[in-house]
Each structure stands twice: as structure tokens, then as C-alpha cells.
């Protein structure tokens, strides 16, 4: 089956640094890749929509210069987390989706960043 | 934009007893799928349904599309089926390949 993995799995860090989150899709191409965020208890929020070879579409509300994505090639997206605050501690997972007839999403394991 | 609504929020079963589980949802859509979520937070593929009926083992779906609805049928449950159960829906129009995600219904199955 289709994998997604992300890198790291878990981020400590302090508040002020940046932090650079990995998508990959292992064994397929994936020309769109999402980015969901997800607080405790809570479900999955969209952040924002990577397409490889042009700027990502970000939902409302997210701020794009504080939220970094980079999809620079079919199999990999990044998400940088920039100036980072406690407030930007969170569960954030990313998607790939398959391409055919029945195209489907397939979400990496998550990382959880927490920021002192 | 698209409503997706999961009922119910919760529930509480014993092993082996049977479930359903539902999700609504305001708008013609592109794709539906079922997720279960474990508790390490990794989301697991159940089934892309956006019409008809799917089985696999224990677990299987139905979305009438027409009516705007998806059922996820979990029988003789285990212990191992706790966690949370997303719907999540890729609207028709606009075909952006976004998938919206409703609230959840957290299982747990007691031995």
C-alpha cells in the first residue's frame, strides 16, 4: 500500500527557532500533498494545499510567512515552522494524494512540536 | 463551504458487540473516506467510498450519495478498534482535491 512518512516524529525547540517538517510519499509520485494541524481532543484542520512546482494555496487564516511549504519535487513537501511560539505546539500531519481513477489521500505518521 | 458532521461523538461498546457509525455531509463530493486514528496519532485508510458498498474483514461502508450520507459498520468489535473514527469529504465543485475532515467518533471497546 501507499506510505507516507514524516520527519522528525517529535520537535522540541525553543521559542524564536524554526523548524523544518518532511513529507514524503515512498512509493508514489504525489503532485498535490496536504498539511492538517491538529490540536488535542480536536480534529484535523486544513492548513494549507502544497503543489509540486508552485506556491502552496494556504485556507484561511493561516499565515503564509509563518507557515513555510516547499514541495520541490513529486515525492517530497517540507513545512517550516518560522519564528515558532508556544502557541504554535501542535500535532501537524501531512497528506499525499494518489493520482487515477480513485484518487485517495494517504497521511504520514504526524509530528508533534512542542515549542518552550 | 462543506458541512461533515459524525455521529455519534462518542461511544462506549463491549467486545464483540457491533457498531455504526455516520457521517453527513451538505454537499455533493468527489471522494469520501473512512479513517481510524490510533493512538499514536497515525491515521489509517479504511475505505475510499465515495458511493456504494465496501467490505474488508470486520469493518465495512456504504455512502448513498444521492442522500448525502456515509455508514461505517464495525462488527464483533476488539479492543484494538478503540480510537477515533474520522469521515472526511473532497467537495465536487471546485475539485481541489481538499479533504474536509468532520469531528470524530471516539470508540472505545471494553474487554
Known amino acids: 500500500g501507499a506510505v507516507v512518512s514524516q520527519h522528525p516524529s517529535r520537535v522540541i525547540c525553543k521559542s524564536g527557532t524554526s523548524v523544518k517538517i518532511e513529507c514524503r510519499s515512498l512509493?508514489?509520485?504525489?503532485?498535490?500533498m496536504f498539511w492538517y494541524r491538529q490540536f488535542p481532543k480536536q480534529s484535523l484542520m486544513l492548513m494549507a494545499t502544497?503543489?509540486?512546482?508552485?506556491?502552496?494555496?494556504?485556507e484561511q487564516g493561516v499565515e503564509k510567512d509563518k507557515f513555510l511549504i516547499n514541495h520541490a519535487s513529486l515525492t517530497l513537501s517540507t513545512l517550516t515552522v518560522t519564528s515558532a511560539h508556544p502557541e504554535d505546539s501542535s500535532f501537524y500531519i501531512c497528506?499525499?494524494?494518489?493520482?487515477?481513477?480513485?484518487?485517495?489521500?494517504?497521511f504520514g505518521p504526524g509530528t508533534r512540536l512542542t515549542v518552550l | 463551504g462543506i458541512q461533515v458532521e459524525q455521529s455519534p461523538p462518542d461511544l462506549i461498546l463491549q467486545e464483540g458487540a457491533n457498531s455504526t457509525l455516520r457521517c453527513n455531509f451538505s454537499?455533493?463530493?468527489?471522494?469520501l473516506q473512512w479513517f481510524h486514528q490510533n493512538p499514536w496519532g497515525q491515521l489509517i485508510n479504511l475505505f475510499y467510498?465515495?458511493?456504494g458498498t465496501k467490505q474488508n474483514g470486520r469493518l465495512s461502508a456504504t455512502t448513498v450519495a444521492t442522500e448525502r450520507y456515509s455508514l461505517l459498520y464495525i462488527s464483533s468489535s476488539q479492543t484494538t478498534d478503540s480510537g477515533v473514527y474520522f469521515c472526511?469529504?473532497?467537495?465536487?465543485?471546485?475539485?481541489?482535491?481538499?479533504?474536509?475532515f468532520g469531528q470524530g467518533t471516539t470508540l472505545q471497546v471494553k474487554p
Open positions: 497528506s499525499a494524494r494518489s493520482t487515477g481513477p480513485a484518487p485517495t489521500q494517504y
Open positions: 512509493d508514489f509520485q504525489a503532485t498535490t
Open positions: 502544497s503543489n509540486e512546482g508552485s506556491k502552496a494555496t494556504y
Open positions: 454537499d455533493s463530493v468527489n471522494n
Open positions: 467510498i465515495p458511493s
Open positions: 472526511a469529504v473532497e467537495r465536487k465543485a471546485g475539485n481541489t482535491g481538499k479533504l474536509i
